[in-house]
């Protein structure tokens, strides 16, 4: 197996054969601790053709801050491979500084410190000014939305989504695709894109009772730019009923049904494609596995995991772009494409820092406008934090500890169970916390709090469950997020085991004592995909429990202790 070193290797010198990543460039700007608007969006053009991607965007229509994750292990052949090495490995493999503003883009070390020099990140409105610099340069760039973006919000969840539908409309995309997009119920979403300005797509969202391709949603579309003919084939998320609550979308079907992918890319090309684009939610180790098994993809811009790579990873001649979340980065790639085939590629990817890009006055003006209604309840002030709070990681994230905390305390639970969701910004010590805040970390249209019992033997059932949707070496076995958050509990996981092998050591915090398989514990959590869940809602709960604290000062999770890694 190629080892992490040659693969980083291997990888960038195909980059630099192909054109070359434009990190390297505002890397060297990051380290001199000095970066400008017209430094971070300089791009020497190159080709005939340009892509714009943004993905996973989540509701987020202002400036946030947003940590990257400490732990994102990879399995099997993926281990040590990008993107699952993080911090110090991260920087190593990629030259960066530590506490350069590259740093801070990117990984997460001394995140609290640095965001209060760097600032925030993200928002629309400066997203739409790195969009419309690069169309300046190259009228005819193509922009494409890789999905979850109407949800994660409280203005997205009171509007059921047209917030960002019509900021998003201003930025004039091309094409998207889906995921939580669908947990606004099928009848919302099929009344949002049957009115949608641009193409959704989705060569894997099936009618599920015909077992045939929904005909709201083409497999793909052709583009003409320089010259050329693209061909973009959309994938939405593959595991929709698995990960999401099915009866929202009863109408549709999904998988990665890469066969059929095989024959749309088949059938672009033979209608005379010179260049295939994939706009995939698959997430990276997905999409990984499945350019290695269809032929003749050039490009995936991939979404889902929230990765964000400073280069394209190549494998065989299919070339992945990871382009970040939350409206943190835009991808800039152009392509070179002659004689009907990919002949060289440059990238970019664009740190969108608040702070250094101004704001577009137009879609600055349109999101103050969504917002207005909703002005007092987002910033009212529910406490303080003196905690980083944060959620990313495979186990835990502050918001989620706290998260858990509320439904321990204000549930009367033994143990609280948190899914492991990877949308969320972070807050650094000494954020207010307002209701805004809690939204964005709660934001969903299934967000009950339920109370029920549960046997030790079918906790274990559950977190073994959710532990394969997440290590299985076989990535079309990923099915989940990251691990289901637990307060209350403790656990030993060896994430090299197999299914119903890895949770061991399950032990009640609060008397030590060993969860007993035949004993039933009174256990609180949320997001249940089952119809018909009933509690108060997530942020109501999160919302009284801070209320309560005032301040907001967590200790260090250690309860998880992991083998294999």
Partial sequence: MISRRDFLQVTMAASAMMGASGFGNWARLAAQQSLTQDQLLEFDSFGN?????????????????FREPSVNLGVGANKGHVPHITGADFRRAYGIADGSPSAYALTHDDFASLAKGYGRVGGLDRVATVINAIRADRPD????????????????????GQDMVNV????????????????????????????????????NIFDAEWDEPAELFKPYKF???????????????????????????????????????????DEVRAAGADLVVVLSHNGFDVDKKMAGKVQGIDVILSGHT?????????????????????????????????????????????????????????VAQLIEAERAPYKAQLAEVIGQTDTLLYRRGNFNGTWDDLICDALLSEREADIAMSPGVRWGPSLVPGDDITREDIWNV??????????????????????????????????????????????????????????????????????????????????????????????????????????????VSLNPNTSVQVAGA
């Avoid at 892509?51 to 996973?56: A, N």
């Avoid at 990535?475 to 061991?504: L, S």
């Fill in 49 to 65: 053709i340009s892509l714009i991607h943004v993905t996973d965007i989540h509701g987020q229509l202002k400036p946030i801050h």
């Fill in 141 to 160: 760039a193509l922009l494409f939305d890789g999905g979850d973006t109407w949800h994660g919000s409280y203005t997205c969840h009171h509007t059921a």
């Fill in 168 to 203: 998003m409309n201003a930025l004039k995309p091309d094409a998207m695709t889906f995921h939580w997009e669908f947990t606004l119920g099928s009848e919302r979403v099929n009344e949002i894109v049957d009115g949608l300005p641009f193409a959704a797509l989705g060569q």
């Fill in 223 to 265: 583009f003409e730019r320089g010259g050329a003919k693209v061909a973009v084939i959309g994938q939405a998320f593959p595991y929709m009923p698995i990960a999401n609550p099915g009866w929202m979308f009863p109408e549709y079907s999904f998988g990665i049904r890469d066969e059929n992918m095989q024959a749309m890319v």
């Fill in 306 to 362: 929230h990765d964000a790579l400073p280069a394209p990873v190549l494998v065989g001649k299919t070339h992945i772009i990871a382009s970040g979340s939350n409206g943190k980065f835009v991808s800039r790639v152009d392509l070179d494409v002659r004689d009907g085939q990919l002949m060289g590629l440059r990238h970019k990817l664009i740190p969108v820092f608040s702070d250094v890009i101004a704001p577009d006055p137009a």
């Fill in 442 to 551: 709660t934001s969903m249209s299934y967000g009950a709090a339920y109370r029920s019992e549960m046997t030790g033997e079918f906790i274990k059932v559950v977190l073994e469950d959710v532990a394969d949707n997440i290590f299985n070496p076989d990535p079309y076995y990923q099915q989940g997020g990251d691990m289901v958050r637990i307060g209350g509990m403790g656990y030993r996981i060896d994430i090299t085991k197999p299914q119903g092998e890895r949770i061991t050591d399950m032990t009640l915090l609060k008397s030590g004592e060993a969860i007993d398989p035949a004993k039933s514990y009174v256990v609180a959590g949320w997001a249940s995909v089952n119809e018909g869940t009933e509690g108060p809602m997530i942020w109501d709960v999160v919302e009284d429990h801070i209320r309560k604290l005032g301040t």
